[in-house]
């Protein structure tokens, strides 16, 4: 896992989330990030949430 998701999980772990919120929440995250073919967040568009959210 990148460290990126690693610090995710690792906030979520602090927070105590649930094992399954932080799965739900990591598998959700990587599909976004697939979803814009792993460029870096800087060239995201905003409007692409809805799209994504809509397929």
Not at 6 to 17: D, F, S
Not at 22 to 48: G, L, T, V
């Amino acid at each position: 896992m990148s460290a990126f998701l690693n610090q995710i999980v690792l906030y979520m772990r602090t927070k105590r989330y649930s094992i399954k919120t932080e799965k739900a929440y990591i598998n959700w995250i990587k599909s976004y990030i697939r979803f814009h073919n792993y460029q870096h967040p800087s060239k995201w568009e905003r409007n692409m949430l809805k799209l994504f959210l809509s397929i």
